[in-house]
């Protein structure tokens, strides 16, 4: 989601909070606020993390994220069920594990890495490039049928991260090219996610499949994480590096997937999701001014190109039943 890879999450993950002096145009407004700074939220996590890497390296990262994101699923699950939650048949146990498996060791655990070996404005703009995955992925299994403007929006981003890709290549950076290319990959695992997710939230709801998925996703990538995290001097980090994982981990995805929920409630996804758009710029922008990364004409080219096609082919057409925009297991 994140996440990493953040695009908009179903409308059911929160409830818009009670107001004494609550009117329409107020919450459009605290929505729209909100949304702006959740995405420079985002935006800078990208940098957060590399720096949360450097220190405690990716996969030790992912031990800790996942010691406490469970925490975080069973807390949200307690404040909407209490004690009682929903119950589901082994059919239904068994298709959230596969997403679990998909979203969370696969998707998070290949964009760590990736963003680890890649740069914060390439790790931006690559998940950015989730809704082409998606939509092929739809046609692919007859759920929805490919305008021409759709063709030529996923043609035009594709020739853009083959331009964006090629500045690195042509310089021998191949390491943060292998990055590059595993946040590719990364990207059509989360667009896997997403097609796979629509039916469970359509039957049962964002809250209980995405905290389910997570709580049976998170154990497997503990025990792939254990040797990294036990390597870790958890009690010689720094206070800076304990408030970037804390801004990673809590903020940028547990809270942050909340108040997106709440956002796309208020604002509706259609309205909300170019806003994800933004994303890309704002980390290249946060990168630029706290790590010094540079940007030549070419690469601001590709990324310019690569995000006007998935723009065009996200919204050229858009289903009469589309996917709930808001499926993610948010990074």
């Known amino acids: 989601m994140q996440p990493d890879s953040p695009p908009p999450l179903p409308t059911d993950l929160a409830s818009p909070p009670a107001q004494a002096a609550d009117t329409p145009a107020t919450r459009q407004r605290a929505a729209l606020l909100l949304a702006i700074a959740l995405i420079v939220v985002w935006g800078s996590n990208f940098s957060v993390q590399k720096a949360v890497f450097a220190a405690l390296t990716p996969g030790g990262f992912l031990f800790a994220r996942y010691l406490i994101m469970p925490l975080c699923a ?6 909407r069920y209490g004690a009682r939650w929903p119950r589901m048949t082994r059919p239904q146990w068994w298709a959230l594990l596969r997403l679990g498996l998909l979203g969370h060791v696969m998707h998070v655990g290949l964009v760590t890495f990736g963003i680890a070996w890649s740069t914060a404005f390439s790790s931006a ?7 082409i995955f998606t939509l092929l992925m739809l046609r692919w299994t007859g759920q929805e049928v490919m305008t021409k403007a759709q063709i030529a929006g996923v043609a035009v981003a594709c020739a853009g991260v083959v331009v964006f890709l090629s500045d690195k290549l042509l310089g021998g950076h191949w390491q943060a090219s292998g990055g590059d290319l595993i946040l590719l990959v990364a990207a059509a695992f989360f667009s896997a996610y997403t097609v796979a997710a629509k039916p469970l939230i359509e039957r049962h709801g964002g809250v209980v499949v ?13 025990l792939l994480s254990l040797s ?14 304990w ?9 940028s995805a547990f ?5 997106w929920g709440w956002v796309n409630a208020v604002r509706g996804v259609a309205r909300t999701a170019p806003l994800i758009y933004l994303m890309p710029p704002v980390a290249g922008l946060v990168a630029w001014f706290a790590t010094g990364e540079g940007y030549t004409a070419i690469k601001l080219g590709g990324a310019a190109l690569t995000l006007t096609g998935v723009a065009v082919a996200q919204f050229a057409h858009r289903p009469r039943d589309p996917l709930p925009e808001g499926v993610t297991v948010v990074d």
């Open 228 to 241: 990294a995290g036990l390597k870790v001097d958890w009690g010689a980090l720094p206070v800076a590096i």
């Open 74 to 79: 069973v807390a949200l699950l307690w404040q």
């Open 210 to 222: 995405m905290t389910y998925a997570t709580l049976l996703g998170s154990g497997p990538m503990l």
């Open 243 to 251: 408030a970037g994982l804390l801004w990673s981990v809590l903020l």
């Open 255 to 259: 809270i942050g997937w909340i108040v």
């Open 125 to 131: 703009l690559i998940l950015a490039c989730g809704p």
